[in-house]
Every structure is written in C-alpha cells, then in structure tokens.
C-alpha cells in the first residue's frame, strides 16, 4: 500500500485540464469589471483554473475571492472558494486543513439547499477521512455524497462517490466490495461516456490487482489506463501515475531495468505538471531499480531526491519509508554504520506515526544491519524488539478475529430463529385462514415442515461449524495460558527468591509479617500457574499416574485436618470418619489425590457459611474406594449443577453467586479422577447443602514394614563432612561459572547471588556461550532450557560432545516444569535440575557441592596423570558409573550398602572403584551412594509419597533421621521438613 496514498493525494488533480487560454481572457475580464458579484465569481474561476498551475496562486485568489465577498455574501460562491481553498491542502497532502474547508464548503450549500454542491464536498470530505484513516465516518460521508448526487442527477458525484466507495474498501482489505464498487462505476461511465473518469477507474483497477498479487491484471489495467491518457491531451498527471505504478509492477517481478524506464518516463511529465507529491515515490522507485542492478551511486541519488521531496511535503510516512530505502541500500553496500542511521531515523519516524505494521518490518532490517556489523548484542535486542512487537500484533488481531466470530455466531442465531419464528407465524395464519380447504391447509402444513427441517438441518450444521470453530479457539487460548504460565516462572522467580531472602532476615521485624504475606500469596499464586500447566498437560496427554504405596488413614487424616486453623477461624465444624482398616495400605498417586482432595474441601468450605459442618467419609465397595466430601453450606442451583465440572465455569444464578477463584479446580479434580480410573458425582440442594463423592479402584498392597536402621559398618569417614558452604578459590581465585540466560533480570540477578563467592560470566544464549568457553575456561555452568538461537537442550548436547568441556558440572535452570524436560536434560549428563522458582539458598548448596565435586575430581586427575587405570576410554569408563549408579538405585532401602559391597559387586577393589568414581564425579564411593540417595529422597519429598521424614529416610537407607536431616540440607541447602510442607 506504499503508493496508495499518493495516488488518493494525486487523483482529484488528474481531472483538471490545462486552462492557460482560459486564464488569459479571465484576466482580461477581470480588468474590466468593476461590479463586486462578478469579480467574486471570476476570481474563483480564476483560484479554480491555477489549481493545475500553480498551487500558491490558486490558494491567493481563492482568499481574495473570500475577503471581497464578505461585503456582498454570495452563498455559491462562498462555497466555491473554500472547495478551491479544500483541494489545495489535498494537494499539498494536509488534510486536516482540507477537511476543515470542506465541512465549511458543506454547511454553506446546506444553507442554499445545493444538492450537487453537497454530493461533491460530501465526496472530499469522505476522502480526506478515509486518508486520515477515519473509515467510519469516511463511509458516512460517502454514503450522504451518493445520496445527493442521486436526488440531484449528478452522474459524476455519483461515479466519484462509487469509486471513492471502492477506494475505502480496498484500504480495510474487503476487496469484494471494492471490485463491486469500481464496476458499479464502470457501468456508469460507459453509460455516459466520462472518458476523464474513464481513466481514474482502469487506474483503480490496476492498483485493487496489484494489492492482491494479480500481477499481469493488474499490468494490464495500468496499461490500458496509460494508453488512453496517452491518446489524450492534458493527462500527463494520470500518464505519470500510471508509468510509477508499470515500474513499480517490473521491479517486483524482477525487471529492474523496464523498472526504471517506466520511472524515468513517470519523472519526466510529473516534472512537466509540477507533480512533487507523485515524484517521491517514483524517485524512491528508481532508486530501487538501481539498486537491484547493483548500481548504488544512483540508487543514492534518487532515494536521497526522493527523502528531500518528502520532507518539503511533510508527510512523516514518506519520510520514514525513504530512510528505510536509504538504510537498505547502504546494507547492502555493506556500510552497516551509515545503514543502522537510516534504520533508527526510519523506525524513529514510525514510532512517532505509531505505525507498528511497518515499525516491525523495519527492526528486522536494522537487527541484519546491526549483525552484519558483529554488534550481536544490539542485534539481538532489536530482533527480541521486534519479535514482542510481532507477538503484539498477533494477540491485536486474534482478539479482533475472536470478536468478529463471536459477533457472527450470534447474529446467525437470531437470524435462524426469526426465520423460525416467521415460518411459525406463517404456518398459523395458514390455518386461520384455510380451514375450510382441508386437503390445501395438510399439503402447506406439510411444505412449512419441510422447511423447517431444512432450516434445522442447516442450522445444526451451522452450529457444528461453529462448535469445531470455538474448540479450536479453546486450544489456541488453551496454548496462551499454557505460554503465559510458563512466562510467569521467570517473574516469580524474582519475586519469590528475594521474598524468601528478606523472610530470613527479618524474622524480627515490624515488616514480617507483610513479608510473609507477600511471600505465601506468591506461592498461591505459583500453585495456580501449576494448575493451568497441569491442564495443559491433561490435554496434550503428557500427564502419567505416578502411583506410590501409601497408608490411606494417614494421608487422608492429614490433607482434612490440614483444614483445622481455618475451621476454627470461621467457627466450623470438621467431621472425620474412616470405616476401612486404618493400617490399610494403597497404591495412589500421592500428589494428584492430594490436589482432588484439597480442591473438593476448598469448595465446601468456599460455599459454606460459618458454624456450619463439612465432612469427610471414606469407605470401601466392590473393590472401590468412596471419599464423601459434604457441607452444610448454601447448596448449588439446579441450572448450575450440570456445568460446575466444566472449565472456567462459576455459579453466578441463584444463591450460587461467584465466590472467586479460577473455574478450573473441580475440572482438574475430575480429570485426575479419571486418569485414576474414577469419577466424582455432586448432589446438591439449595440452602441445605452440596455432597461431592470420589470413587477410585482400590489397589491394595501389602503392608509395609519398615526395618530397623542402624548405622553403617566399615563407612569411611569423609573429609567433606565438615564442608559447608563457605567461599571456595581456584588458585587463589574465585571459581568461575558461566550463566547462560536469556532473560535480562534473571541473568543479573543469578549474578548478584551467586557473585560474592563466584566469578559469573553472562551469555543470552547456546550460541554465544560456545563462542566464550572457546576463549575461556569455566568451573560449572549454569543454563536456562528455553532460550533463542540455540536452547539449553542443544548447548548442553554441543558440551557434551567437547572432551575439553565435557567434564565441567552443569545445572539446568528453567521455567519449564514438564517432567519431560527433566528427563530430557538427565539423559545428557546434567549434574543438577532446578526448576524456577528456586530457593536461593538451595541453589548455592548445589553449586557449592558441584564446584567442590569439580574441585576433588580435578586434584585427583592430577595426581593420577599417567597410571595404567587412566588409558580405559572415556566411554567404557561412563558406562561403569551407571552400572554403579543402577545397582545402587535398585538397593536403596538396603541401609548396610557400603564402598566394599559396591566394589565386590562391580568387580573392582575398593581402590580402583574409588579411583573411577572421583575421576568422573569428584565423589569418593561412600559421597557417591549418599548423593544417590539424597536425590531420590528430594524427589520423594517433592511428591509428598510419605506423611513423615522418618519414613522417606527409610526408604532412601540413611541410617537416623537426624544425620539424614544434616546431610539433606547440607546438599540442597534445606531442611526436609520444608520442602515436605
């Protein structure tokens, strides 16, 4: 669309013939006359005639015109010199002003009922508001324009108000409507033979082909038009539009010299007609041309003459669109500095217009330049620039088209059920009014229903496009939620870390508890971003039963009186009853039972008024297990109770008003339940109360037994025991870990954290991280998954791959939660996992424990440089350490699992067994099987599997509670009982 607006600047001019004979005997006349009403109306004529001449002096005798008629107050001519005064500013391109002198013109031939008069200044008006971008009013104004041309018989405002109808449409992209518009034109312009608009409409239709890539219709039209200006005298305005748009036609199919012949053609009767507005872009044109034939002096020439024309005009979109020429002829001379100017003047421009369509083209242009240059930082923040920008216009639109569809549906239903209802009311006016016809009224009433059939069956059909229409839109906002949570990690990272810092320290502040505060509502805040990714997962059918055994008594008894301080606080009472074995033991998948459980009493308790009741019933039937959740509360209405399952929905009729929350609690309840293999059913009655029943296979399991644990025979004491997290040096120097993020605030503030005891390197992504551990060396690297360029999953393969890097302790951060992802990265050797949001504390533990591991691991190798042991292959050797590793997941519970019996299993002395564990992991073998199990034990405990410590220090084999306490949160930073909570 980059030439339309010069062409609706230029096309009202094209109309006008040169009048230089004419001006000469009006002159004389003018001379001559000495009467005030004639000398009004000759100096319009005269303003009218210098329009094609001379911009400047028309807009003089027009004023004159005006100032000598205040004495005599000629309504016509009144109106006359403010339409010449109107399209003097059209020309010159401002519009506003034209406007003005247009409503102006309008008011006066109001006043003496000129119908023609209206119909004309309705058709500028609407002109300069459909270039002012006002398409609302645009259409208003020409509708009044074709209204009073057709009262006063005006054939030429009627032409103008249709193609000024198909100009609109084609600006809003409805091209259908456009087209329509231009032939309604066409037909009456054959009928009356207007050769003058003749032209103007073929123009038109080229530039609607053009728009729609009808590249030969389009060059078809334009030479047809610029045949019949060429048969013409005074059309060197039209002939010069319409060998621009032939070039512009040849340069986008790849015929950069036809291009620039028919550019040359169109400068030199623009020039000839004083058609500056038209001249910038043909000049703009040219330059292009020159440019694809690698001829850049005169690429620069023309879009710099071009740049200097539209400044004169002061249009800001000419402006900007030349300095984006300017910008890519220098990109391509490889002048990326004089390039990345004319990039930033451009984008500038845009800015200030608030153009983001072409803004956002225009950051792409100036990120290649900034590359091109080697500045890849500036690079990569102008194409993240334009990528949020990009993301913007998308969201704009998408809202938009869920709009319109939304608008369309309904207009639709009512559309079918008027024709319903009148078909209805038909069909009993038939029977009123025919009941003497029998056999006539049963062969109609069998025709009315025949219709309605129809119309049912194409309404049903309808409605099932409409249905897979708004399911799809379920998925793609599905997604939305989906990307928006896993964008919510990053900033609760940020919000939480700190949070839980300032907690620490201020345990004995006035401003604790507003801390503390803060600090739980965030982790609310994260469970609800959980639920939205859990849905997601349900959806995309990556979520997995992870089933543990469990004592159902003590679990259930657990989650319910987790409830007690609230009960309390709303002066409830809580009712518990357990009909089943208490020592009964179950296979369940802990973490999602938990979520049903915890989301069915939330609901009570949210629809409960206080002094009520809620209880909880658990009961076994037919191999089934029954969870009866019931309150005394107000009850669900009726309308309500067949939609309370469904996603996003809350009661809002009745006494089931909204009491807050997301609508997504008892659908994700439910699904769990079917991925369990159950269900849960509601009853409910208004003011009397709701009962929600959870119905599950009853797995049963032996009961467990926990052996007696005592402490370790021939364990070989460690000289790590004693380490803490103090600062460490690498020769004399701080460790360095290289953080490879992409988020900005995440980057700086993992650096903030981390720089007291550490030199810290930042990289945005894979790519330039490589580039640095080429240059530098590293003691462990931290890295995101999700980044540009090259994510986390790549870099850490491209590491791997490196004998040089190979060995360096790598932990992976991220904001993506999916267990996938976990998988994916400890298949490639990641030493560490930590999902965002993240305690501090715990990750300085693990760096701190990886670095000394490194440390160890490095001493080791260098002591052992050259022994029989160190030629075994890297790989072999690998293999032996999961070998290791396997045995001693699949032997955890065994507490008496020591150096000796992992030695004799692997065929190695203790020595050599040593000697292979500290060159790969820096962990002698006792440290190598604690770290195994305190893994499985964090893990244990992130998916609350057991109701005490003691019972996952069991099943993990360290010996007491105690030391296993201490050694938790010596690894991870924590204590158990607090990731327990």
């Not at 360096?808 to 939660?817: E, G, N, R, V, Y």
Request: glycine share 4%; hydrophobic share 35%.
């Amino acid at each position: 669309m980059r030439f339309a607006l010069l062409f609706f600047l230029s096309i009202s001019s094209f109309l006008l013939q040169s009048q230089t004979n004419k001006l000469d005997s009006l002159y004389d006349i003018l001379s001559a006359s000495k009467e005030k009403e004639i000398r009004v109306h000759l100096l319009n004529e005269i303003g009218n005639a210098y329009l094609k001449v001379n911009l400047d002096s028309a807009r003089s005798f027009a004023k004159q015109a005006i100032k000598l008629n205040t004495g005599v107050d000629i309504k016509s001519e009144a109106a006359r010199s403010r339409m010449t005064l109107g399209k003097v500013n059209l020309y010159i391109g401002q519009l506003s002003n034209s406007k003005l002198y247009y409503d102006t013109a309008n008011s006066i031939y109001r006043q003496i009922d000129d119908q023609s008069g209206m119909a004309e200044s309705f058709n500028k008006i609407g002109l300069c508001s459909m270039l002012l971008e006002n398409y609302e009013d645009s259409e208003k104004f020409l509708d009044s324009a074709y209204m009073f041309a057709e009262k006063a018989g005006d054939t030429v405002q009627i032409i103008r108000a249709y193609l000024n109808f198909s100009a609109l449409f084609h600006y809003v992209d409805n091209y259908d409507q456009s087209f329509s518009y231009l032939y309604k034109a066409l037909d009456v312009i054959n009928l009356s033979g207007n050769s003058k608009l003749r032209i103007t409409a073929y123009l038109n239709l080229g530039n609607m082909y053009l728009t729609r890539g009808e590249m030969e219709k389009a060059l078809s039209n334009l030479l047809k038009a610029a045949g019949y200006c060429e048969v013409s005298t005074g059309k060197e305005k039209q002939l010069s539009y319409c060998y621009q748009r032939i070039g512009s036609i040849y340069l986008d199919r790849g015929e950069p010299k036809l291009a620039e012949e028919y550019g040359l053609k169109s400068v030199e009767n623009a020039k000839n007609v004083h058609l500056n507005a038209s001249l910038v872009a043909t000049y703009a044109l040219i330059g292009l041309a020159s440019l694809d034939q690698d001829n850049f002096d005169g690429a620069l020439k023309y879009c710099n003459d071009a740049l200097n024309l539209a400044k004169e005009l002061e249009y800001p979109k000419l402006v900007a669109d030349c300095y984006f020429d300017l910008g890519n002829i220098y990109l391509k001379m490889k002048d990326y500095d004089r390039s990345i100017e004319y990039f930033e003047k451009s984008s500038e421009s845009f800015e200030d217009i608030e153009n983001k369509f072409s803004l956002s083209s225009k950051l792409e242009a100036m990120a290649s330049a900034y590359a091109g240059k080697g500045d890849y930082k500036n690079a990569y923040l102008t194409q993240l620039e334009h990528d949020l920008l990009q993301d913007t216009l998308l969201s704009e639109k998408n809202e938009e088209q869920l709009l319109k569809l939304e608008t369309e549906y309904k207009v639709k239903e009512k559309e079918t059920l008027i024709e319903f209802q009148d078909e209805q009311m038909n069909l009993q006016n038939e029977k009123i009014s025919q009941q003497s016809i029998l056999n006539f009224t049963f062969g109609f009433i069998a025709f009315l229903l025949l219709v309605v059939v129809v119309l049912a069956y194409r309404s049903i059909t309808r409605r099932k496009k409409l249905n897979e229409q708004l399911k799809s839109l379920d998925r793609t906002k599905s997604r939305f939620f989906t990307n928006i949570s896993h964008e919510m990690r990053n900033p609760l990272t940020l919000i939480m870390a700190p949070l839980e810092n300032l907690n620490e320290k201020a345990k004995n502040s006035p401003y604790y508890e507003d801390l503390h505060l803060a600090y739980t509502n965030s982790k609310k805040l994260l469970e609800r971003v959980n639920e939205i990714l859990d849905l997601s997962k349900l959806e995309s059918g990556e979520m997995e039963l992870i089933e543990s055994v469990v004592v159902l008594y003590e679990l259930c008894q657990r989650i319910f009186y987790s409830y007690k301080s609230l009960a309390f606080y709303r002066n409830m009472k809580l009712e518990f009853e357990f009909q089943p074995d208490k020592e009964l033991t179950v296979l369940l998948d802990i973490e999602k039972f938990e979520k049903i459980l915890n989301n069915l009493i939330l609901n009570a308790f949210k629809h409960s008024e206080t002094e009520g009741i809620i209880s909880l019933k658990i009961y076994t039937n037919n191999n089934l297990l029954y969870f009866v959740v019931k309150d005394t509360g107000q009850g669900i209405d009726p309308e309500d109770l067949k939609y309370i399952f469904n996603r996003y929905y809350q009661a809002e009729s009745g006494n089931g008003r909204a009491r807050g929350g997301t609508g997504i609690g008892l659908t994700l309840a439910r699904e769990y339940a079917k991925m369990s293999g159950g269900d849960i059913s509601v009853e409910s009655k208004l003011n009397e109360g709701s009962s929600f029943t959870l119905t599950i296979p009853l797995k049963e399991t032996d009961k467990k037994e926990y052996p007696v644990k005592v402490p370790a025979l021939g364990e070989e004491s460690e000289k790590r025991d004693s380490i803490s997290n103090l600062p460490l040096s690498v020769d004399g120097q701080k460790p360095k870990i290289l953080v490879v993020e992409d988020e900005l605030e995440m980057s700086r503030y993992l650096i903030q954290c981390l720089s007291d005891n550490y030199y810290c390197k930042p990289a945005p992504d894979g790519l330039i991280a490589l580039n640095i551990l080429n240059k530098e060396q590293f003691d462990l690297i931290i890295s995101d998954v999700m980044m540009p360029k090259m994510d986390g999953i790549q870099f850490r393969i491209k590491v791997r791959e490196n004998t040089d890097w190979k060995q360096i302790p790598f932990i992976m951060l991220t904001a993506k939660s999916l267990d996938k992802d976990k998988i994916a990265g400890l298949q490639l050797g990641v030493d560490d996992y930590i999902t965002k949001p993240f305690n501090i504390k715990e990750l300085l533990a693990r760096v701190n424990n990886l670095i000394i591991n490194k440390l160890e691991r490095d001493i080791w190798i260098k002591e052992n440089t050259g022994k029989e042991d160190l030629e075994v292959s890297y790989t072999a050797e690998e293999q032996l350490v999961i070998k290791a590793e396997k045995h001693v997941f699949e032997n955890l519970q065994d507490s008496t699992l020591n150096t000796s019996k992992l030695a004799e299993y692997m065929g190695y002395s203790q020595r050599q067994l040593e000697r292979l564990l500290k060159k790969h992991s820096g962990l002698s073998p006792a440290a190598f099987i604690r770290e195994i199990r305190l893994q499985k034990a964090y893990q244990i405990l992130e998916r609350r599997q057991f109701a005490t410590i003691k019972e996952v220090c069991y099943e993990v084999g360290m010996d007491t509670p105690a030391n296993f306490s201490t050694r938790f949160k010596q690894r991870f930073g924590k204590k158990p009982s607090e990731l327990n909570n």
